[in-house]
């Protein structure tokens, strides 16, 4: 690597000093002035409090912290009511007490949440185990909205004599503006980045070249294959961009020596939404993780990143075979990453912020599940690998006349058949899941059991995940594995899950088969509409069987869409979006070339080095700094800590480093 210039760094200082005061300046006026926040703990102590108080205070208003709102409840009956509540977002769960309304005494306001539908239940009790129903409704709150609500004797009928309106007080502000705000940032800054590259090709290295030195244009060729096995320029290349690209479905996508972009832009894509997940999407609840059945942004990123790996070693290994490297070596490869990527994910990401105690070290994690599925998906490949595509046929069997396996009769299944084996293995690890997530006993649990437990299932409270669950604590124990899962904060779980556990390493290793399945078409047909008709083939059959298996619904079907459990369902559900998703970049970026991939090829082509960076890195500056708790100074933090981490995968690139492993 090159020394580093004070140039180089006053570049690179430009940009993210100009973005980062342009985004702070403009979110930071959206939204009402922070105040101190509470814990979503504190939160949850003073909800389970109040009812116990006996001294109210006229007046006294909780704080409020993100994606939530103020309820007051008025009362004119005579007699006290309780007020019984849920989210929508916890599924089958029973309504938690709330408070008690009784008319001789003033109400608390108390929090309520806004990012998804509160089920509310006013009811009578009669002191002999029986209640009689007061009102029910649904409401989705404002965030920071003041509302009050108004228990009264006024129904609008004989069966329904009770009327419980809910109005504000004060109105609850749009938190979607910072996201919009943001986008018109970056097409911005889009915009004047292409008017100045226009302005540096239009008057040269003139009297002005100094100042428009600082946008690097100019690209340099790559030289190292990117992290996990990347396409080579030898095994699978488009046409020179200088070239006009004519035909695009039937032309061959072989003839020169540029490799494939687009599965760098994929990757790199995949990855800085998942810097930006992690850093904290700006604390949108779509930006997290699902708290148990469903999608949000936040879970596709990382099955993503585990498809494209599957395509990487798909055209790695066949350019090494080419090259006439031996199994052997291959194996010894193989085992060389698989062992360096569970390191790093064991003693670098997972011993950050001081977890660094031998009892409680988390032993799974996201790079050690890469690692497991690398190795269980690379080994198949050593064995099954061939440097060349396998030439069938049936020799002639008298009277029958059978050519069933001649090449010219399996040409549109031919990648499929020459990897026959590897299909069968991968059939019988899908088997195995099954099996075990459906037939292995749990001490205490119902067989087959996939909910979170807690308040969805107070019968099976401790029965997070079922056999998913059991397996790992049983191997790892509770100590070793992650002690904060998704589902804790909305079903009040208390036991440990780890959401890259062993039984879902076995889907996700059927992931990256697919993320296979589609490098050996690339390497299989040249032209470019076969290869992209097969995986628009492959995104409706994973995509259709997928759906199958959930009923098309978050929580319903034989096996529901789930990231903590790496469901079946959810593999072929994702696999049918990394498809499109492939699809796309393919085209835009190799076949019709209207965009080069940049930024993100180039995130791509260091993702180790950036996922490793930008895990050891958060919470400190500048990539991440103490924001007041509100979306838009979230969304600031988090979108300039993103941008900073694709700013210096750009730089390296152009330094010529990467990270290989």
Not at 165 to 180: A, E, G, M, Q, T
Request: charged share 15%.
């Amino acid at each position: 690597m090159a020394a580093v210039s004070v140039k180089t760094v006053g570049k690179l200082l430009f940009f993210f000093t100009f973005f980062s005061t342009v985004t702070v300046v403009w979110l930071d006026q959206l939204e009402v002035k922070a105040i101190d926040s509470p814990t979503d703990k504190e939160i949850l102590q003073y909800q389970l409090q109040r009812d116990s108080r006996h001294h109210h205070h006229m007046g006294e208003v909780p704080r409020m912290t993100m994606d939530t709102a103020i309820l007051k409840v008025n009362t004119s009956l005579d007699y006290a009511v309780q007020i019984w509540a849920v989210s929508a977002e916890c599924h089958k769960c029973n309504m938690s007490f709330m408070m008690e309304v009784d008319p001789s005494i003033p109400t608390e306001p108390f929090l309520v949440q806004t990012t998804f539908m509160t089920h509310i239940s006013i009811v009578k009790d009669n002191h002999d185990g029986t209640n009689d129903s007061i009102c029910s409704l649904d409401k989705l709150f404002g965030e920071h909205g003041e509302y009050q609500m108004f228990i009264n004797a006024n129904g609008p009928s004989e069966e329904n004599k009770f009327d419980c309106p809910v109005y504000p007080d004060k109105d609850p502000i749009d938190s979607n503006i910072p996201i919009l705000v943001a986008f018109c940032i970056y097409v911005g800054l889009v915009l004047l980045f292409l008017a100045v590259r226009q302005l540096y090709y239009t008057i040269g290295r003139s009297q002005y070249a100094w100042f428009i030195g600082y946008f690097p244009f100019r690209e340099t060729d790559r030289l190292v294959n990117s992290d996990l096995g990347a396409p080579s320029p030898s095994s699978t290349a488009t046409e020179d961009r200088s070239q006009t690209v004519a035909n695009s479905s039937t032309q061959p996508a072989s003839q020169g020596i540029r490799r494939l972009r687009s599965l760098d832009t994929f990757r790199g894509l995949s990855l800085a939404v998942m810097v930006f997940v992690n850093y904290g999407g700006g604390g949108y609840w779509f930006f997290k993780h699902a708290r148990w059945n469903g999608l949000t942004v936040a879970d596709l990123v990382f099955p993503w990143f585990v498809f494209i790996m599957g395509t990487s070693i798909a055209l790695s290994f066949r350019r090494l075979l080419k090259k006439g490297v031996s199994r052997l070596s291959l194996l010894l490869k193989v085992i060389q990453r698989t062992v360096i990527l569970f390191l790093f994910g064991l003693f670098i990401i997972n011993t950050k912020k001081g977890h660094n105690s031998w009892s409680t070290l988390r032993i799974p994690g996201v790079l050690q599940r890469l690692a497991l599925t690398y190795f269980i998906v690379a080994l198949m490949e050593v064995i099954g690998a061939t440097a060349e595509d396998r030439n069938w046929s049936w020799k002639h069997r008298g009277y029958l006349s059978l050519y069933l396996l001649q090449t010219s009769r399996i040409a549109p299944i031919r990648d499929i058949v020459n990897s026959w084996g590897q299909w069968l293995f991968m059939i019988v690890v899908v088997t195995l899941h099954l099996v075990l997530m459906f037939w292995l006993q749990v001490p205490n649990c119902p067989i087959g059991y996939l909910g979170p437990g807690g308040l969805s299932d107070i019968a099976h409270y401790n029965c997070t995940g079922g056999a998913t669950g059991y397996i790992d604590r049983a191997v790892f124990t509770d100590d070793h594995i992650y002690q904060h899962p998704t589902p804790i904060t909305v079903y009040k779980t208390e036991v440990p899950f780890e959401p890259e556990g062993l039984l879902g390493t076995l889907t996700s290793a059927l992931l990256c088969f697919l993320g296979l399945q589609a490098g050996k078409i690339l390497l299989t047909y040249p032209q470019n509409g076969a290869r992209v008709g097969r995986w628009l083939g492959w995104a409706v059959a994973t995509g259709a069987i997928g759906g199958l298996l959930c009923n098309g619904r978050q929580n319903e079907g034989w096996i529901p869409l789930n990231k903590n459990l790496w469901s079946l369902s959810f593999v072929l559900v994702l696999s049918c979006f990394a498809f499109v998703l492939l699809s796309v970049c393919y085209i835009i970026v190799d076949v019709k070339q209207w965009w080069t991939g940049a930024p993100f090829y180039q995130v791509g082509m260091n993702s180790i080095l950036v996922y490793i960076g930008h895990e050891l890195c958060a919470d400190k500056l500048p990539f991440q700094w103490a924001a007041s708790p509100t979306h838009a100074s979230q969304l600031a933090t988090d979108l300039v800590g993103t941008t900073l981490w694709v700013l210096i995968a750009v730089w390296l690139h152009y330094k010529k480093f990467y990270l290989k492993i």
